[in-house]
Every structure is written in structure tokens, then in C-alpha cells.
């Protein structure tokens, strides 16, 4: 039975700190799935003129962490996500090689079990002149208790779906996802953004309609958007003033209208694709 506890922060963001936004208002084994992309304690002030962003447009306010409070920091927010968590939910957190460390010694401090160590790969990186060019992210995959974590294998494809030859289902199952990054559209921008195809992979895979999605570093709020496109329940954080208006403005406007018809063409893409390979 829902309580009302949970009532209040069911699809509802929140202008604060998450570590102390999820004691005051998230209650314990309420949330179904966390997917959150923290910060990496690095300087995005020199990058905020790549992949098309103008200065002008970029918000300011994305709060960084020093490296040398990174790991305490990570512990103290996933120590809450943990409790949070449902016995059965499960949680994705990307991150950079920078901090991937203190992350991986949080992560088992805290208690979750890993199930995963995904790796996203995009199509471009920062060109170097030294050094290979970093072109990918680390997803981790875990959760709190494996005997019950649920998981939902064929909510993409089912067996035998073959086009060009290649197995969907088993290509999408693979722990390396090539998935490309999305420009943003319109005046004002944040300086990262994960893609719409990334988030919804997850959602389809790790929950199920109306359960409750919590991202506590919401940033542009692209999880709440795409949780709410296939019509789960979200809640979050976001401790930036200028952000938070953002992801409200996101929220209210014609982002979800456009996702939930982006993923009807999806779905019929896919037939005439199959169809197409049969005949």
C-alpha cells in the first residue's frame, strides 16, 4: 500500500541537495530504479563550446567536486540511495574514468552488489594529441539484493527478431552499447545530457509502468523526461536554481509529447524492418 510519504514525492522534482532531499523526503525500499549520472569532479568550463554550445546558451551553476572529497561525497549519497532502494530495484550511476575508482570503492562500502560493468561508446570524443582519445563512458550496473533484483529480458525484443541479418535481442543485450549522443534543440542547454535511446534502454530493461524512477544529480532532467514519455513515475534533485526552472520548463512543455511519438515511430520502424527481412 502506498503511503503517503511516498504520495509526496511521487513525480516530483526538488530544488535541493540530494544527500539531504533523500533523508527528508524519499522513504526507505520506496523507489523502484535509480539512474543518475553524478558529477565527475572535473572542469566543464573549457568544453562548454564543444558539440555546438555557445557560452551564451550553456547555464552556469553545474556544481563540481574536488577530487580529494569525491569519494566521501559519493559514499554519503549512495549510502541514501541504498536505503531508498527496494529490495528488488536497481541502480545504473555513469561515470568517467576520473573517479571511476572512488566510485567502485563506494559502491562496495555501501553494500550494493555489482551486476554489470557496462560501457557506453558515442560516436566522436575531445580530439588529444598525446594520449587515445576517450570516446566512452562506464555504466554501473547494480543493485541491493541480488536474489530479488528484477530484470526484464525480453521487454525490447524477443527471440528470433533478426534484421540484416544480426539478432536484436542479442546485440541489445550486450554490455557495450553503442549508442550516439543527442545535440540539444532549442535557446538554453546544459553542459551534459545523456541520451534520450541510453535512458530508455535502462527504463525498459529495469522497471516497469508506474514504478518510481529517482535520479538524484537531475542536471537537465532527461530522466524524469524520458521516465515520464513511457509512463513511469519519476522524482529528483537538483541543487541548481537555474537548472531546477530548466527541468520544470522541460517538464510542463512539448518534450514528452514529442519522446512518447518518437516511440510510437520506433515501434513501427522495427515491424517494417522485420518485415522487410522476411520477404
Not at 60 to 79: A, H, L, Q, R
Request: aromatic letters at 14%.
Amino acid at each position: 500500500m502506498e503511503t503517503q510519504r511516498e504520495f509526496e514525492f511521487r513525480n516530483k522534482v526538488f530544488n535541493l541537495d540530494c544527500i539531504e532531499g533523500m533523508k527528508d523526503i524519499v522513504s526507505s525500499n520506496s523507489i523502484d530504479l535509480i539512474i543518475t549520472d553524478p558529477p565527475f569532479g572535473i572542469d566543464f568550463k573549457p568544453h562548454r563550446n564543444n558539440y555546438h554550445r555557445t557560452q551564451s546558451s550553456v547555464l552556469e551553476g553545474y556544481n563540481e567536486i574536488k577530487k580529494e572529497d569525491y569519494y566521501n561525497f559519493t559514499f554519503k549519497w549512495m549510502s541514501e540511495a541504498y536505503r531508498v532502494l527496494k529490495e528488488t530495484g536497481s541502480m545504473y550511476v555513469f561515470s568517467g574514468w576520473n573517479n571511476l575508482k572512488d566510485i567502485l570503492n563506494a559502491l562496495d562500502d555501501v553494500g550494493f552488489t555489482t551486476i554489470n560493468h557496462i560501457i557506453w561508446k558515442y560516436q566522436f570524443g575531445v580530439v588529444t594529441k598525446n594520449k587515445f582519445v576517450t570516446s566512452h563512458y562506464h555504466c554501473l550496473y547494480v543493485c541491493k539484493n541480488p536474489k530479488k533484483r528484477v530484470f526484464y529480458p525480453y521487454s525490447r525484443y524477443n527471440k528470433g527478431i533478426v534484421v540484416n541479418k544480426k539478432d536484436l535481442r542479442y546485440h541489445d543485450i550486450e554490455d557495450v552499447w553503442e549508442i550516439k549522443r543527442e545535440y540539444w534543440h532549442g535557446i538554453e542547454k546544459t553542459p551534459t545530457k545523456l541520451p534520450t535511446e541510453l535512458i530508455k534502454k535502462i527504463l525498459q530493461y529495469s522497471s516497469k509502468e508506474r514504478d518510481i524512477i529517482l535520479d538524484p544529480f537531475l542536471g537537465s532532467g532527461q530522466v524524469a523526461v524520458v521516465s515520464k514519455s513511457l509512463d513511469r513515475d519519476f522524482t529528483g534533485f537538483e541543487i541548481s536554481n537555474r537548472y531546477y526552472e530548466f527541468i520544470m520548463e522541460r517538464l510542463q512543455n512539448n518534450d514528452i509529447n514529442n519522446l512518447k511519438h518518437n516511440n510510437q515511430s520506433d515501434l513501427s520502424n522495427l515491424i517494417n524492418q522485420q518485415s522487410s527481412e522476411e520477404k
